[in-house]
């Protein structure tokens, strides 16, 4: 027992370093280079310090989880709404209550339960070869499985969450089966295998290995930003169906307060900072993103693409359905 | 061996008295070398105690939908890197330590930069140039209208890039072969009338072999836990699957199970090489094969130059360049102040975590010449096999449990002193050091082991005869001879510590952001322009420990 | 320098008897060396010596100190035994002079210095002082394991083969010159192989070793000429072995004649009995116990011959079909299958009691 009290007390002393000013810890797989300019601005207007640490989600749920009660993570920042539906899903998050947040978050993009809140939109929309396709030529994704597209598409992996989301989302939608012969479809029209990144499928468009391809909005601004000179553009699918559920297919960039968060109300301040009017351009359009919050404009290259409606069913089906997403792409053979 | 302790503890003058080297005296090495193989079954042992939550819908989906692709991936791709890095280890260590040719002693030590080297780079740059939408192809295709060259992104692209990342493995151990006996093996078979490809192929070559085996395993079991190159190339191994398990099916005990697959795939090649170790006993050191170098004729040497100059332009020069490019576009805006906090991190954690290494791989391997039998060699084995384990597997694997302990020692310290922290152990450099030395122990083992072999048994008996004791004979003779090995492994261990993400990532304290710790951040959201700027400085850092590397091979006396 | 003494010493490894109860003396400042062919236990026993193997009976003692028995054994580094390695085992990392140097402890500077530069001089490398191993010949390599040993004067000095690695020539002078420098040292010195022209060249006492034991301990002359067993008679120096018949205990008779002198034979357990009358014996016949001589009426015919330079080693078959061996002067040169006259000049009698 001696020993015990003597090392505890020893690694103690070595850890218990008093924090002066007020803290908050966030685990964020959101970037540092995406969150960094922010939380600057947080700290120098509030004076309160933040501590963050990167990694990709899975394991910063894993230590979220290993931690148990006695993590120092008093945030925990993501991007997709699968891995906030699966964090709020293994008891990792809070509830919280937050007027602000109701009114700044539109609710197709917030946790039902209020675990965790939408801070940026993500689209994921078509983008297309202007040289070989015309506008008129496109129109839905479940389209994009007709054989008139037999080796003019091409996509990125389906590990990647943004197509697993997209696949769940359709699901809710369509239901399982319709939504493998799509992806079958899809599959069939492939000109080459799948991409591992959103930029190689756009640059493959553009030399002309294939026609048309999906991808998050900003790999597009960021692309040609380096090469305005690509025959690429936007297109936004599912606008004109009566269905609607139909929209283009977005997912978010979100927060939550964990559940053994040591400032929680410390964390909340800060989500609600980002969800303001202040910090959303800053969030959004440091990554060519769309604010979350509907009475802040996207940044002038994102409004240029032009505005489209959303699909509106709640995001968090992302999540919940991304497991038979998986699995359906795998039955599909989309690799 | 009991009745040897009891004559001993009998002695009066025990302490003048002493049993011999050569009988067991106490097992304090092999306590030492399973201390260790138990550190590193940590997270395996973690890994297979998912088998307890078995989730029966996801493992009956991967196993109709995944597994048998993957298996057949998985094996293709150790077959084709076994092969590919075998032929250009080889070829390319004969070339250097045998033969005479233009620029000889540059590539001499050049072969070994693509170590400094992340796979996942080669790849990215090779796809880059090579792709449909690459510079070869538009140019073949806009200026000739050639299409339909052979695709890259492609089990033989996948097989082909990491062999031309991993062969230097193979060509620094076989390397040093063929330098200390492939003169007297050639000398040895042209005495019996074999010609000299014969006396290379029959003679120099299966003398090599067991080291050749040791560079063979490091270069697949990085193969086998290799995620980055993998997911470039939207190949699926053993590993992807396991992170698909673990991020896309929200299964980390699916994840786990495969994992353990994977474990088992290596013991079975564990089992291989070992059997080819076992040939590599006390072989001498021979004289030195620099004043018998084969002066190829100029055609050939012209031959050679070509080739070794290929190799080192598609794995290192060209990669190189392409990063370089790309970080001329970003430095401006993205070097400040803070990389150098950055590299000094990666610097000073690799340092360390290569110290740490190199004193534990020696003990290891020191325990073995103290105390040889099955038992320690097997046991030397587990020590050594997280280097096939995926990086993040292996990081929460040793994570769950050093956060365990994290909270029993916090609750303690809440009922006792009102402690109200919440990190003792993690978030501390301990556990980034343990979690590095549990995965790159093998690369620091492997050379120091292999140096070890080659010290004879007589030159120990030589120095004990001479008055020396345990400590004299390790401080005066033993380190001494194995500063080339030593250094070896310390330079592997450092540069492959530098390019490590998931375990750095997982355990860095706050404000430990490293090098990789940049490329991750970048990658992740395919900023591969903005990741060149940490990658060049990665390898800038990695060259200096090859050059040192290098720099002992021209001044060793062994 | 000191005496070496083994009483009675076994050793097994693995329940395999690898020496069985070896008893010897090697006087101080004397060189033994133990002869035999490889697996006989002789290697086994230097490192009985030198401290690296324990010893399950009797003991080991070095100037009186016993340094082994069952169960402990004094640390070979504290034994001061030097040993010379078959493949000399030298320090690669270190120059010739700091491999003479390692053993020299808890010396000064300078009188390590003097003793490094006198060792040097001794075996001749006094110019190779800062070369390193690997740039030196294998006799050269050989001289520095011998200085780098006789360094931290041992009382003892072991050699385990030290001249297999050398070429025949170089064998020869090298062995000269090592017993040379033993006997300046006045080093007591034990020295293993397997060659008996080495052993013979180097040493004062020879132990002849066959199966773990020694066959018999003696000087090298003694050796040669009254071989105390079959394994002693065949394996130092040539010869034939010819049937004989007892006539009294002075007199053998073999078909080439009446052989006078003490008739010694083979003792077993049961003691040694003199052999009786008419009992059969067999008669070590050495190459220069048979002359040629052409006026003989004896005649044998030339079955081999080898040419050694000075003499012909020929190979006869005696009438019976027996075989012996005949050193001639070479001016001799007979033809194989010639008939040449020979005599017996036995100076005294060798002969074994026929099982």
């Known amino acids: ?335 | 061996m009991s009745d040897h302790t009891a004559v001993l503890a009998k002695t009066p003058s025990a302490g003048v008295f002493v049993l011999p080297d050569t009988r067991p005296r106490f097992s304090g090495w092999m306590l030492f070398a399973l201390a260790i193989a138990a550190l590193v079954l940590v997270p395996v042992v973690v890994t297979f105690s998912s088998f307890a939550q078995v989730e029966g819908d996801i493992l009956a989906h991967l196993t109709e939908f995944v597994l048998p692709e993957l298996v057949g991936n998985t094996l293709w791709l150790m077959l084709g890197v076994g092969l590919g890095v075998s032929v250009l280890g080889v070829s390319l260590a004969w070339l250097t330590a045998m033969c005479e040719f233009p620029g000889r002693r540059l590539f001499d030590w050049a072969l070994l930069l693509p170590l400094a080297l992340p796979a996942y780079v080669t790849a990215f740059v090779a796809i880059g140039l090579l792709d449909f939408t690459g510079p070869l192809q538009t140019w073949l295709r806009e200026s000739w209208a050639i299409t339909g060259l052979p695709e890259i992104r492609s089990r033989g692209g996948v097989i082909l890039v990491m062999s031309l990342a991993l062969y230097p493995y193979v060509y620094l151990i076989a390397r040093n072969a063929f330098a200390t006996q492939g003169a007297i093996a050639l000398e040895a078979a042209q005495s019996l009338g074999l010609s000299r490809t014969q006396g290379f192929f029959r003679v120099a070559l299966p003398m090599a072999r067991p080291w050749i085996a040791a560079g063979l395993m490091l270069a697949l079991m990085e193969t086998l836990a290799d995620f980055g190159t993998m997911a470039i190339f939207n190949y699926d191994t053993f590993t992807t699957a396991i992170y698909k398990a673990w991020y896309s099916l929200f299964s980390l005990a699916a994840a786990a199970q495969l994992a353990s697959i994977l474990i088992l795939f290596v013991l079975v090649a564990v089992v291989f090489e070992q059997r080819s170790r076992t040939q590599m006993r006390y072989s001498t050191v021979g004289r030195s094969a620099a004043s018998r170098r084969i002066k190829l004729s100029p055609a050939l040497a012209a031959l050679a130059f070509l080739y070794a100059g290929t190799v080192l332009a598609v794995a290192f020069l060209i990669p190189v360049t392409q990063l370089a490019v790309w970080t001329r576009d970003v430095i401006a805006a993205d070097l400040d102040a803070r990389y150098w906090a950055f590299a000094w991190h990666s610097v000073l954690l690799a340092g360390m975590g290569a110290l740490m290494v190199v004193m534990v791989a020696l003990l290891l391997a020191y325990a073995g010449r103290q105390r040889p039998g099955a038992a320690m060699m097997w046991t030397q084995r587990l020590a050594t096999i997280g280097y096939a384990f995926p990086g993040a597997v292996l990081a929460v694997g040793l994570f769950i449990p050093v956060a365990a302990l994290d909270n029993w020692l916090i609750d303690t310290g809440r009922a006792w002193f009102g402690f109200d922290g919440t990190e003792v152990l993690k978030g501390t450099l301990l556990v980034m050091l343990l979690a590095y030395l549990v995965r790159f122990l093998a690369v620091g083992f492997g050379p120091i082991d292999s140096g070890l072999h080659r010290i004879t048994r007589n030159v120990d008996e030589a120095a004990r005869n001479l008055g020396t004791g345990a400590a004299g004979l390790l401080t005066r003779v033993h380190l001494p001879m194995l500063r080339a090995s030593l250094l070896s492994a310390a330079a592997l261990a450092f540069v492959d510590i530098m390019k490590e993400m998931p375990i750095t990532l997982m355990t860095r304290p706050f404000g430990w952001d490293t090098l990789a710790v940049r490329v991750f951040e970048m990658t992740s959201e395919g900023e591969w322009e903005r990741a060149a700027l940490p990658s060049l400085a990665i390898v800038i850092a990695g060259i200096i420990p090859i050059i040192l590397l290098t720099w002992r091979g021209a001044h060793s006396h062994g | 320098m000191a005496e070496l003494i083994l009483d009675s010493v076994s050793q097994s490894y693995a329940n395999r008897q690898i020496i069985a109860d070896l008893s010897f003396t090697l006087p101080e400042a004397a060189i033994g060396c133990l002869l035999g062919p490889s697996g006989c236990g002789k290697t086994t026993a230097l490192r009985c010596i030198s401290g690296f193997e324990p010893i399950q009976t009797g003991e080991i003692r070095i100037g009186g100190e016993v340094v082994s028995r069952p169960g402990w054994m004094l640390a070979a580094e504290k034994r001061r035994v030097g040993m010379v390695f078959q493949d000399y085992a030298l320090f690669p990392h270190l120059r010739v002079a700091d491999n003479v140097g390692f053993g020299l402890r808890g010396e000064t500077k300078a009188a390590r210095q003097a003793r490094i530069a006198e060792l040097l001089e001794l075996v001749g490398l006094a110019g190779h002082t800062h070369q390193f191993p690997h740039q030196l010949s294998g006799g050269q390599q050989q001289r520095v394991a011998l200085a780098r040993a006789l360094a931290p004067r041992p009382r003892l000095i072991l050699m385990d083969e030290p001249f297999s690695n050398l070429d025949v020539e170089l064998r020869e002078r090298l062995s000269i010159e090592v017993r040379d420098i033993l006997k300046r040292e006045a080093t007591t010195a034990l020295i293993v192989t397997h060659d008996q022209h080495e052993a013979f060249s180097l040493a004062d006492w020879v132990g002849v070793m066959h199966e773990g034991r020694i066959q018999q301990w003696d000087t090298p002359y003694n050796l040669y000429h009254e071989p105390v067993n079959r394994f002693v008679a065949d394996f130092v120096g040539q010869g034939a072995l010819v049937t004989g018949e007892v006539i009294n205990d002075h007199q053998v008779e073999i078909e080439l004649g009446v052989l006078n002198g003490h008739i010694p034979v083979e003792c077993d357990a049961s003691g040694c009995d003199e052999c009786v009358r008419s009992c059969h014996v067999d008669v070590l016949l050495r190459p220069d116990d048979i002359i040629h001589d052409d006026d003989s009426l004896l005649l044998a015919e030339v079955e081999n011959k080898a040419f050694r330079g000075a003499e012909f080693l020929y190979t006869l078959k005696l009438p019976s079909g027996q075989r012996a061996l005949s050193l001639v002067p070479s001016h001799h040169n007979h033809a194989i299958g010639e008939k040449i006259g020979i005599k017996l000049a036995v100076d005294h009698v060798v002969a074994f009691r026929r099982e």
């Open chain 1, 1 to 335: 027992m001696k020993l015990t009290q003597l090392l505890a007390a020893l690694a103690l002393t070595v850890a218990a370093l008093p924090s002066l000013a007020e803290e908050v810890v966030v685990y964020s797989a959101r970037n540092e280079q995406l969150i960094k300019p922010l939380f600057d601005v947080y700290t120098r207007d509030t004076g309160v310090q933040i501590k963050f640490i990167t990694d990709k989600e899975g394991p910063l749920m894993a230590r979220l989880k290993a931690e148990g009660k006695n993590t120092p993570a008093d945030m925990l920042l993501t991007v997709d709404a699968g891995n906030l539906w699966q964090a709020s899903e293994e008891g990792l998050l809070r509830p919280i209550q937050s007027k602000t947040l109701q009114a700044n978050v539109p609710a197709h993009l917030r946790d039902p339960d209020n675990e965790w809140f939408g801070l940026s939109v993500r689209a994921r929309t078509m983008v297309y070869n202007t040289s070989k396709v015309k506008p008129a030529d496109l129109s839905t994704y479940e389209d994009l499985a007709h054989p008139k597209w037999k080796g003019r598409l091409c996509l990125r992996t389906s590990k990647k969450v943004y197509n697993q989301s997209l696949v769940a989302m359709m699901i809710t939608e369509y239901g399982e089966g319709k939504t493998e012969d799509m992806v079958r479809g899809w599959v069939g029209n492939l000109a080459t295998s799948p991409f591992p990144d959103d930029t190689k499928a756009m640059e493959a468009v553009a030399a002309g290995q294939c026609d048309v391809t999906l991808v998050n909005t900003y790999y597009f601004g960021r692309l040609m930003e380096k090469s305005p000179t690509l025959p690429l553009a936007i297109f936004w699918p599912n606008q004109n169906l009566k269905n609607k559920a139909s929209g283009v297919h977005v997912n978010i960039s979100g927060a939550g307060v964990t559940r053994h968060a040591k400032n929680p109300a410390g964390a909340q301040k800060l989500i609600e900072w980002l969800s303001s009017d202040k910090a959303q351009n800053l969030f959004a359009d440091v990554n060519l993103e769309y604010p979350v919050n509907p009475k802040v404009a996207p940044d002038k290259t994102v409004a240029a693409w032009g505005s489209f409606k959303q699909n509106l069913i709640n995001v968090k089906e992302a999540g919940s359905l991304q497991t038979k997403a998986v699995k359906l792409m795998d039955r599909a053979g989309y690799k």
